[in-house]
């Protein structure tokens, strides 16, 4: 210890005699460690569109300008209130000085923003702004000079009268209450585009998504009955967007806005809810709301924007069955301490003290969450019938096999005397069958015959399996001759907690959010097959004057259904 304590003066004394120099950084490998910012193209449009708000913008539009395939330019404008002329050359400074002028409700934070979402999106950056002075200013870098040049240099000059014109136009053009010619407002012209996409349509939607979703909040408060704020992307307008989705009666809270005090006198809010299950909702809700592990978790704001999307902050796990959890967390700049947002707001960490006070929160919100979804997470009937009308075709097509297999061992098995046990009477008219696809799967060589019974589909036969709501004990399932059909039929009680966990097992797929069936649907269908072939062969196995072997398969088949269940444990 004393090595250390002495090694460590000896140093601070070299430090004390040293001569300090000034090392003026590299303005091009700035420049490009700028433009290398973890921004995605959605990220770094609203990044600048978080000027125009944060300047009081009633309207703001983003957009695009193309040549063939290819985007040219982009244009940001909005009518808040302007640059004024005594920060204008600090704009487009790398590390803007203005630092002062953030409000506790402001956006900005380190003063880099319009030059990381700038460069992220294209190579120049151009300003033309008109303030209280009603002068209009311009003010351009571009990315290939500064690294060329290795010096941060600006453009500096009156803008043409072409310029002007454009200027005016834009502001024209802003969404909500018009804008007076001579109005005060920003146009950010970006040019020499970096997008690689040439889907403009689908970048489009997303960004009228992304903005709404952002700034939803902003987009929704109102004076006296007139939106506060309106931004259009390409002449499509953003509407707010709720990730939780709060409008949705079915909506069911958890948490409504907990107030959470730190130590320092700052606050935050914390929202829980669980959304409606998928099973309830119509397919276009479904594709909305997007059940799947990515949005699961808190959505988190910082003076009313969204700063980060599903976020577990490691206080859950994420799990198909919280495919329906959403949280909120609200903030405002003076807890910032305890949020500790990146430049690109692609990651959020929480200090210890807010990591303490959320932890429970988390906890008590994700298991009510998870409960409420498998409370519901049951397949609806004609998702049911669905798997059951598959799992009946395929029997129909492989049921010669079984009987084949019955026939061969007739010495040790003991057939019915109560006639076939599944040969339905031929048809005296065509069946009918809803999906020609059903049909057409099955062979030639496995269409009906005496010996083998028919496909069942959704119309014309009765099937081999048969969804029951429940059974005598609460069994899983039971064989039956069924006088109507002519022959065997198996019933699966489909509120047996093991038939339940089947079900769900195929149930929506995670990941998808679209309301389709999942993978192990094929498993499913195997174990409806396999519940078939055990009923099958408890029948022929059985006569009717033999009572003793019936309670057997009776007491056989309990056994078998509360084992089931105890696997599931």
Request: charge should be neutral; aromatic fraction near 8%; proline fraction near 5%.
């Amino acid at each position: 210890m004393s090595t250390i304590r002495s090694t460590a003066a000896a140093v601070s004394k070299i430090s004390q005699d040293a001569s300090v120099i000034q090392t003026d950084p590299s303005a091009g490998r700035i420049a490009h460690a700028i433009a290398a910012f973890p921004y995605d193209p959605l990220t770094a449009t609203m990044d600048i569109v978080d000027n125009s708000v944060e300047n009081g913008a009633s309207g703001v539009s983003v957009s695009f300008a193309k040549k063939g395939k290819t985007i040219e330019q982009i244009v940001i404008a909005d009518n808040g209130s302007g640059i004024a002329d005594a920060i204008i050359d600090e704009v487009l400074r790398a590390g803007s000085r203005t630092e002062h002028l953030y409000r506790s409700t402001s956006l900005s934070r380190f003063g880099v923003g319009l030059k990381g979402a700038g460069f992220a999106l294209a190579t120049n950056i151009e300003i033309l702004t008109r303030s209280e002075t009603g002068v209009i200013q311009r003010r351009s870098i571009d990315q290939g000079r500064i690294e060329r040049t290795d010096r941060w240099e600006q453009e500096a000059r009156a803008p043409t009268a072409e310029e002007r014109k454009f200027f005016e136009v834009a502001l024209a053009a802003l969404p909500g209450p018009t804008t007076k010619s001579g109005g005060k407002g920003t146009v950010v012209v970006l040019r020499a585009v970096k997008l690689q996409t040439r889907d403009l349509t689908k970048l489009r939607s997303n960004l009228v998504r992304k903005a709404g979703e952002t700034y939803g909040k902003i987009l929704s408060a109102t004076a006296d009955s007139i939106r506060r704020l309106s931004i259009n992307i390409d002449d499509i307008p953003v509407e707010p967007f709720d990730p939780l989705h709060r409008e949705n009666p079915d909506t069911q809270s958890i948490y409504r806005r907990e107030k959470i005090d730190f130590d320092d006198g700052t606050s935050a809010f914390f929202t829980a809810i669980a959304l409606p299950h998928p099973n309830s909702q119509p397919e276009e809700l479904v594709r909305r709301y997007r059940y799947n592990q990515k949005h699961q978790g808190a959505y988190v704001y910082r003076n009313g924007r969204l700063v980060r999307s599903g976020e577990t902050f490691g206080l859950f796990s994420r799990d198909f069955h919280l495919n329906a959890f959403r949280a909120e967390i609200e903030f405002d700049s003076s807890a910032d301490t305890h949020f500790k947002v990146d430049v690109a707001k692609s990651t959020i960490v929480l200090d210890d003290e807010a990591e303490a006070k959320f932890k429970d929160l988390f906890r008590d919100s994700a298991r009510t969450a998870d409960a409420l979804w498998r409370q519901k997470d049951v397949p609806t009937k004609v998702e049911i019938d669905d798997l059951f009308n598959e799992s009946n075709r395929l029997i129909g097509s492989r049921a010669n096999l079984l009987i084949e297999a019955v026939n061969q061992k007739k010495g040790e098995l003991r057939v019915p005397r109560r006639g076939p046990v599944v040969a339905p009477p031929k048809p005296t008219q065509p069946i009918v069958v809803d999906d020609p696809a059903l049909e057409a799967d099955v062979p030639a060589s496995d269409q009906p015959s005496e010996q083998t019974p028919p496909p069942a589909v959704k119309r014309g036969f009765a099937p081999y399996l048969r969804a029951v709501d429940s059974l005598p004990d609460g069994v899983l399932y039971r064989p039956l001759m069924d006088g109507e059909v002519g022959g065997l039929v198996v019933e699966v009680n489909i509120s047996h907690p093991f038939a339940k966990t089947v079900f769900e097992a195929a149930g929506i797929e995670s990941g998808a959010g679209n309301g389709k069936r999942a993978v192990p649907r094929r498993a499913t269908t195997a174990i409806q097959q396999l519940l078939y072939v055990l009923g099958y062969c408890e029948y022929t196995m059985s006569g009717d004057d033999d009572d003793e072997t019936g309670r057997l398969f009776e007491q056989y088949r309990r056994y078998l259904s509360m084992n089931v269940t105890a696997l599931l444990d």
